[in-house]
């Protein structure tokens, strides 16, 4: 049974850095094919893609935050990290971290069940 | 990286069919097969409905579909029920940035 769960702070502050974690089971970030991305939505609006991290640590990124993300994983502890650079009030969102199964799969078939983070002095 | 664009909303009486449209261009929609839909109620995390255009995960009854003509892919709900009522988001693969998601579509069961 594949499961995914975020966790980091509820609240930052601007200009901060976020880092959030994904901790998954039921499956590993070495075997191929794999990947785990990161999806966030603020409140009342749409889905919007940021990162992904396949198994052999391949990564892409939004191109239009392209210079404040990063992710990593640490196969070892089953975790997927994302870290963003100078959080903004317009940061504010829940942020989702979600399961892609094979090489070619380029749709999410397993999410976690989000984490809102709000950007707030 | 334009975000794919959808109707905001879709309406339709429990039992009717409704189709929701999602327009990318060719090098979204157009150029891949690799259109998914997820389904998303208040306070929950989506939910995959259909990928690779037309393709259904196990447990999706089979009163959704989906398909695509051009750069617009389509979701079809029939025999629309009660639960059917949520927020619907296309998603396409993009190339070198991957993925691109559409604005959603608030679907209402009258």
């Known amino acids: 049974q594949i499961t995914l769960k975020e966790s980091g702070p509820t609240l930052v502050k601007p200009t901060q850095t976020l880092t959030l974690t994904c901790t998954v089971s039921?499956?590993?970030?070495?075997?191929?094919?794999?990947?785990v991305g990161w999806i966030r939505q603020p409140p009342g609006k749409a889905l919007e893609w940021l990162a992904h991290?396949?198994?052999?640590?391949?990564?892409r990124y939004r191109p239009s935050l392209k210079n404040r993300l990063t992710i990593t994983k640490d196969t070892s502890k089953n975790q997927v990290v994302l870290t963003m650079t100078n959080m903004d009030p317009v940061d504010t969102a829940t942020y989702y971290c979600?399961?892609?199964?094979?090489?070619?799969?380029?749709?999410?078939?397993?999410w976690g069940q989000g984490t809102l983070v709000t950007v707030s002095s | 990286q334009s975000a794919l664009t959808q109707p905001p909303s879709a309406s339709g009486s429990p039992g009717q069919s409704v189709t929701i449209s999602c327009t990318g261009t060719?090098?979204?929609?157009?150029?891949?097969?690799?259109v998914s839909w997820y389904r998303q109620h208040p306070g929950k995390a989506p939910k995959l409905m259909i990928y690779?255009?037309?393709k259904r995960p196990s447990g999706v009854p089979d009163r959704f579909s989906g398909s695509k003509s051009g750069n617009t892919a389509s979701l079809t709900v029939s025999g629309l029920q009660a639960e059917d009522e949520a927020d619907y988001y296309c998603?396409?693969?993009?190339?070198?940035?991957?993925?691109?998601f559409g604005g959603g579509t608030k679907l209402t069961v009258l």
């Open positions: 039921g499956f590993s970030l070495s075997t191929y094919g794999v990947g």
């Open positions: 991290i396949h198994w052999n640590n391949d990564k």
């Open positions: 979600a399961h892609t199964g094979a090489r070619y799969d380029f749709h999410f078939d397993y």
């Open positions: 060719s090098s979204d929609i157009g150029d891949y097969n690799y």
């Open positions: 998603s396409s693969y993009a190339g070198s940035s991957p993925w691109v």
């Open positions: 690779e255009v037309n």
